[in-house]
């Protein structure tokens, strides 16, 4: 029979195993969830002892003692709790019989007016918090890493596209900015922790009724009480915000808003990944490709864009959690339901651990970028000779030509010149086709200019690139830099990161 504790014989979650950094899995972690749930019932009971409530000090110390110890709560702890919980089929109740077998004297007063999600959502929203902070830091990091190359990049021309058809040209430099400025505007849908509201302590409907109870009517203290308990659990001259109202539940609708603060990013990512992938297939542009690494098993020569395509798959996927969030968001009836609770221990992690594990993705992608500067200028230079049309056309006129009879006479130039290039696989000739045409002659050599036409200068890519070095160089500058001096020490200990497999 197979061995359901082996991790060969039950299924393992590729976010986990191939794809979500340990950072990010700590923090969605059953040990870091439930010591935060304690951290929540220490700072609540310091609160009530402060605010004269029937807690002792010695009931205090006990419990943080306990909870306060290093690694927090124990495997056996965690095993009691599971014991616990097959028995009462509720596991908050769970973790406060566990925690009060190993605070016996604080046992008695662990929880104390309080429900469920006065733990839970306090909880949840901390791990929130934290999370987005990591995915900001990450973002602030890909920013880096593009800006970096589109330093590097920002004087190579390659050809722009529009409805992915030939278009004016850009540099490849200009283009990573883009990809870096899309990042920026998705990510201002993520919260930073400060933006972030506590639940605070409500009670079972919202109205804080068992709370006043404690304070015999006393609703000043009951606020005084929120405001301490989430005071000592953050520490310092921290001051906590909260939702207005709330049912028995944070209300749920903010959980599309950070689901799909999410998305957005993700959405960025997969439409960078698949730009590389395109121009990968022009063979302008490489991911980083190992010296062992394998592109098919039947094809050697392959070298696929793998990194990218994970990226567009994994981002897919958190796209498309954000349903989730809106359908519990709509059937919360009345103060809630508890239908929210299995679908959110799927989507609010799985859709932080899958963008966690793009990101690193993309980072690891956008540090190691090849650009095969030969096959770029290739390929703008088989278009080039129809975009520089224009300027063509208007050096012409400044030498003395009718516009609307120069303008017919390249029209027809250019659609032949683009015939022989569809039907018959040939290279473009417009530039050869005009420069033979008499009328684009000065009149010393027997055409209809007065001077020579600076053929050199028409063709010079860099006539056509616009501001794309200035743009790139300013967003750098101005946008990136910032950023990367204020999250400066959270790039730091993320390191280098990359793709776990």
Same mark, same amino acid.
């Given at each position: 029979?197979?061995?359901?504790?082996?991790?060969?014989?039950?299924?393992?979650?590729?976010?986990?195993?191939?794809?979500?950094?340990?950072?990010?899995?700590?923090?969605?972690?059953?040990?870091?969830?439930?010591?935060?749930?304690?951290?929540?019932?220490?700072?609540?009971?310091?609160?009530?002892?402060?605010?004269? &409530?029937? $807690?002792?000090? #010695?009931?205090? +110390?006990?419990?943080? =003692?306990? %909870?306060? *110890?290093?690694?927090?709560?124990?495997?056996?702890?965690?095993?009691?709790?599971?014991?616990?919980?097959?028995?009462?089929?509720?596991?908050?109740?769970?973790?406060?019989?566990?925690?009060?077998?190993?605070?016996?004297?604080?046992?008695?007063?662990?929880?104390?007016?309080?429900?469920?999600?006065?733990?839970?959502?306090?909880?949840? &929203?901390? $791990?929130?918090? #934290?999370?987005? +902070?990591?995915?900001? =830091?990450? %973002?602030? *990091?890909?920013?880096?890493?593009?800006?970096?190359?589109?330093?590097?990049?920002?004087?190579?021309?390659?050809?722009?596209?529009?409805?992915?058809?030939?278009?004016?040209?850009?540099?490849?430099?200009?283009?990573?900015?883009?990809?870096?400025?899309?990042?920026?505007?998705?990510?201002?849908?993520?919260?930073?922790?400060?933006?972030?509201?506590?639940?605070?302590?409500?009670?079972?409907?919202?109205?804080? =009724?068992?709370?006043?109870?404690?304070?015999?009517?006393?609703?000043?203290?009951?606020?005084?009480?929120?405001?301490?308990?989430?005071?000592?659990?953050?520490?310092?001259?921290?001051?906590?915000?909260?939702?207005?109202?709330?049912?028995?539940?944070?209300?749920?609708?903010?959980?599309?808003?950070?689901?799909?603060?999410?998305?957005?990013?993700?959405?960025?990512?997969?439409?960078?990944?698949?730009?590389?992938?395109?121009?990968?297939?022009?063979?302008?542009?490489?991911?980083?490709?190992?010296?062992?690494?394998?592109?098919?098993?039947?094809?050697?020569?392959?070298?696929?864009?793998?990194?990218?395509?994970?990226?567009?798959?994994?981002?897919?996927?958190?796209?498309?959690?954000?349903?989730?969030?809106?359908?519990?968001?709509?059937?919360?009836?009345?103060?809630?339901?508890?239908?929210?609770?299995?679908?959110?221990?799927?989507?609010?992690?799985?859709?932080?651990?899958?963008?966690?594990?793009?990101?690193?993705?993309?980072?690891?992608?956008?540090?190691?970028?090849?650009?095969?500067?030969?096959?770029?200028?290739?390929?703008?230079?088989?278009?080039?000779?129809?975009?520089?049309?224009?300027?063509?056309?208007?050096?012409?006129?400044?030498?003395?030509?009718?516009?609307?009879?120069?303008?017919?006479?390249?029209?027809?130039?250019?659609?032949?010149?683009?015939?022989?290039?569809?039907?018959?696989?040939?290279?473009?000739?417009?530039?050869?086709?005009?420069?033979?045409?008499?009328?684009?002659?000065?009149?010393?050599?027997?055409?209809?200019?007065?001077?020579?036409?600076?053929?050199?200068?028409?063709?010079?890519?860099?006539?056509?690139?616009?501001?794309?070095?200035?743009?790139?160089?300013?967003?750098?500058?101005?946008?990136?830099?910032?950023?990367?001096?204020?999250?400066?020490?959270?790039?730091?200990?993320?390191?280098?990161?990359?793709?776990?497999?």
């Amino acid at each position: 029979m197979p061995d359901a504790t082996n991790p060969y014989d039950t299924y393992t979650s590729p976010l986990a195993a191939r794809n979500a950094s340990p950072e990010m899995l700590r923090l969605w972690s059953p040990r870091h969830k439930f010591n935060t749930w304690r951290r929540v019932w220490l700072a609540v009971a310091e609160a009530q002892h402060e605010l004269g &409530l029937p $807690v002792s000090e #010695e009931q205090v +110390e006990e419990l943080r =003692a306990v %909870v306060n *110890r290093p690694g927090g709560i124990t495997d056996e702890e965690m095993h009691a709790a599971e014991k616990y919980e097959r028995d009462l089929r509720h596991d908050v109740m769970a973790h406060v019989h566990a925690l009060g077998d190993s605070c016996p004297k604080a046992r008695p007063i662990i929880h104390l007016g309080m429900t469920s999600q006065d733990v839970v959502c306090n909880a949840d &929203l901390h $791990v929130i918090r #934290e999370s987005n +902070e990591l995915i900001l =830091a990450k %973002v602030s *990091r890909l920013l880096d890493s593009l800006s970096k190359f589109s330093l590097k990049t920002k004087s190579i021309p390659t050809l722009g596209f529009t409805h992915y058809q030939p278009a004016q040209p850009t540099t490849v430099g200009r283009r990573a900015a883009g990809w870096a400025e899309e990042c920026l505007v998705a990510s201002d849908g993520i919260r930073p922790s400060d933006l972030v509201p506590h639940r605070g302590l409500r009670g079972a409907t919202g109205t804080q =009724a068992s709370f006043l109870a404690l304070f015999d009517g006393d609703g000043a203290k009951v606020e005084e009480l929120e405001d301490r308990a989430m005071h000592n659990l953050y520490g310092g001259d921290y001051t906590p915000f909260f939702f207005n109202l709330t049912g028995q539940t944070y209300p749920r609708v903010f959980d599309t808003i950070v689901l799909s603060g999410l998305a957005s990013t993700a959405a960025v990512l997969h439409k960078i990944a698949s730009d590389i992938r395109l121009l990968s297939n022009r063979k302008e542009i490489d991911e980083p490709f190992e010296s062992k690494q394998i592109g098919s098993s039947a094809m050697p020569y392959k070298r696929n864009p793998m990194r990218c395509e994970r990226i567009c798959g994994l981002t897919r996927f958190v796209m498309n959690l954000v349903g989730n969030a809106y359908d519990t968001a709509a059937t919360q009836w009345l103060e809630r339901t508890l239908d929210d609770s299995s679908n959110r221990r799927l989507s609010l992690p799985e859709a932080f651990l899958a963008l966690d594990g793009s990101l690193d993705l993309m980072h690891n992608v956008a540090s190691g970028l090849v650009v095969h500067e030969a096959t770029v200028r290739k390929n703008l230079m088989a278009e080039l000779p129809f975009m520089a049309t224009e300027n063509i056309l208007m050096a012409c006129v400044k030498l003395g030509a009718d516009r609307q009879d120069y303008h017919e006479r390249i029209r027809q130039h250019a659609q032949e010149a683009g015939m022989r290039v569809k039907q018959q696989g040939l290279d473009n000739d417009l530039l050869d086709r005009l420069r033979a045409d008499p009328a684009f002659k000065s009149k010393a050599n027997g055409g209809m200019l007065s001077e020579e036409l600076d053929w050199e200068g028409v063709m010079d890519p860099m006539n056509y690139i616009g501001r794309s070095v200035e743009q790139t160089e300013r967003f750098v500058k101005d946008v990136v830099e910032p950023l990367r001096e204020q999250y400066a020490d959270a790039i730091a200990k993320l390191g280098e990161s990359g793709p776990r497999v």
